[in-house]
């Protein structure tokens, strides 16, 4: 079993509605859990983390944690061109301060006008 | 606030030779982890610095090394290059402590003939 598994997709949805995007990780222990976005041929750019159970809202988007189920999500609200990306999920394992981030495979989204 | 930065951008190289890759982290910052992305594994640590010390260490060979300077830049280096390193490789910084989200650089791609 994969450390931090995310549904590759693709997955479309149409400009204005909300895109789920979801991550699950194996490391019961694991603390912190963050969110990037990469656009092809560029380095992940960080949007959300979250470190404790429930929901952290940012703007248009919203982190959610669930510890006793081993899942985040990321729900983007009113989708937008621009936020066609690939997403990446990433989950420290580290401990004691140290980092050290296991990434999914990453989710490729389109949101089409 | 100056982001990472990563150089060379690009780097060809042919097998058996060896790459030194920099990196500077963002001011302030004294963690600076290394990731290798391909395309079939995806993004995977390499190992991560924090006060001159290697704190973690990723899943790869020996040929892959690193060192941490006094001023947090950073270096990582590939000795006896096979055609399988080509990649993106990826720096990225934080402040070392707790949780704390990490921050990419724009990566140096790696070529090897």
């Known amino acids: 079993q994969k450390e931090v598994e995310q549904n590759s997709g693709p997955l479309s949805v149409p400009e204005g509605a909300i895109a789920s995007l979801n991550c699950t990780y194996s490391?019961?222990?694991?603390?912190?859990f963050f969110w990037y976005r990469q656009y092809s041929g560029k380095s992940p750019e960080l949007i959300m983390f979250i470190y404790s159970n429930g929901d952290k809202e940012d703007g248009r988007f919203t982190a959610q944690l669930n510890k006793a189920s081993q899942y985040v999500s990321l729900l983007i609200r009113d989708s937008q061109p621009s936020d066609s990306a690939t997403y990446l999920c990433a989950v420290n394992i580290g401990s004691g301060g140290a980092q050290k981030l296991v990434f999914g495979q990453g989710t490729r989204l389109t949101i089409n006008p | 606030k100056a982001g990472v930065t990563q150089t060379p951008r690009y780097l060809i190289k042919t097998r058996g030779q060896q790459v030194t890759l920099s990196c500077s982290p963002i001011?302030?910052?004294?963690?600076v982890s290394w990731y290798q992305q391909t395309p079939g594994q995806g993004l995977q640590f390499l190992f991560e610095y924090f006060s001159e010390t290697q704190r973690n260490k990723g899943n790869f060979p020996g040929r892959f090394s690193g060192r941490q300077f006094s001023n947090s830049r950073s270096e990582m280096n590939v000795s006896t290059l096979e055609l399988g390193d080509s990649a993106l490789y990826l720096c990225a910084s934080s402040s070392g402590t707790g949780n704390q989200p990490q921050h990419f650089g724009d990566g140096t791609r790696l070529s090897i003939l």
């Open positions: 490391d019961r222990g694991s603390q912190s």
């Open positions: 001011s302030g910052h004294r963690s």
